[in-house]
């Protein structure tokens, strides 16, 4: 099946740096990606969503200049987290959607710690 | 590892009920979800339901969980058109993190 990995798994950082997410469909064109956040005790929530070679669209509530959405290429988008505060603290996960049909494929996710 | 599975396809009659079906296999499931994908969009949460609970009700929403059959099932009541979309179930085993694993989507079309 389809895969999509995400990097880095696992980061720690200062608060008030920036933090840059990368996820990548290893096996095929992803025309759309999606950006989720899962909060503890809570499941995912839709952040964005990234069309190739278009700026993201962002649902109501997240920062556009805050959470800063990238998808430069058909394999690649990322998710760059400005400033960096403990509150960012979370869990990110990216999803891939290929040209044809709905089926989303999910990234590891990437767990972020603001110190 | 974790697997879970859900019927690809289902059709029903506007203002009928709609029950999806999920089933799953990690016995340590702790949170059970539903999602919506609507064409073109990304998923929304619409339910989900701790794995101490039987049954939840929200609006026209209700979950059953069956923990023994790892059984999980949604209903929709008084379906509408706008509820056709993708369904998908999700498990985790903990409230934070890794370990999410989802169902292929069940797509609910709502026949006038």
């Known amino acids: 099946g389809a895969v999509v990995s995400q990097h880095p798994s696992w980061v720690i950082c200062k608060s008030g740096t920036s933090v840059k997410i990368e996820c990548r469909s290893l096996d095929f064109q992803a025309t759309t990606m999606f950006w989720y956040r899962q909060f503890p005790k809570q499941s995912l929530m839709l952040m964005a969503t990234s069309n190739e070679g278009s700026k993201a669209t962002y649902e109501q509530g997240v920062e556009k200049d805050k959470f800063l959405i990238n998808h430069a290429s058909l394999t690649l988008s990322t998710l760059t987290v400005t400033s960096a505060h403990p509150e960012d603290s979370s869990f990110y996960i990216c999803s891939a959607r290929g040209p044809l049909g709905d089926t989303q494929y999910f990234g590891p996710g990437t767990r972020l710690t603001v110190l | 590892g974790e697997d879970v599975e859900q019927s690809l396809f289902l059709s029903v009659r506007e203002g009928d009920s709609s029950v999806i079906n999920c089933t799953y296999t990690?016995?340590?499931?702790?949170?059970l979800y539903w999602y919506k994908q609507e064409p073109g969009a990304g998923l929304q949460l619409l339910t989900y339901?701790?794995?101490?609970?039987d049954m939840k009700q929200d609006q026209r929403l209700t979950v059953l969980l069956n923990k023994k059959d790892k059984h999980l099932s949604l209903r929709i009541a008084d379906t509408q058109t706008g509820d056709s979309a993708i369904y998908f179930c999700a498990e985790s085993i903990q409230d934070y993190g890794q370990n999410f694993v989802f169902g292929p989507g069940t797509r609910l079309s709502v026949l006038p």
């Open positions: 339901i701790f794995s101490n609970m």
């Open positions: 990690d016995s340590s499931s702790t949170y």
